[in-house]
Nanobody, 127 residues
């Protein structure tokens, strides 16, 4: 089993920055990649970014490319999502997820590609 806990959400004005974290515990050695997803009220969950734990390769949704950066700290079993130039449309509950199927390429971009999920953290961006 893998447990994921997000932290770092909050409220920010448009143009500001926030960093959310995803700390993993349990069978962390089984994690192949970690993804961030977000879900706004009344909308489906959407992919934001993903990172491989083996080689650090990343993938971003077009809507966040150039503004968000995903990174990992293997020693802390933590993945970060640095969000810059925030927009009101970035408002959502952000959840991290872990994929334990090794070797998948490209990295999973849909929720069904992930096995474990955190509880989510709210990010609110005001105009």
């Amino acid at each position: 089993q893998v447990q994921l806990v997000e932290s770092g959400g909050g409220s920010m004005q448009a143009g500001g920055s926030l960093r959310v974290s995803c700390a993993a515990s349990g069978r962390t050695f089984s994690i192949y990649s970690t993804g961030w997803f977000r879900q706004a009220p009344g909308k489906e969950r959407e992919f934001v970014a993903a990172i491989s734990w083996s080689d650090g390769s990343t993938h971003y949704a077009d809507s966040v490319k150039g503004r968000f950066t995903i990174s990992r700290d293997n020693a802390k079993n933590t993945v970060y999502l640095q969000m810059n130039s925030l927009k009101p449309e970035d408002t959502a509950v952000y959840s991290c997820a872990a994929c334990t199927v090794w070797g998948i390429w490209p990295l999973p971009l849909t929720p069904s590609g992930y096995d474990y999920w955190g509880q989510g953290t709210q990010v609110t961006v005001s105009s």
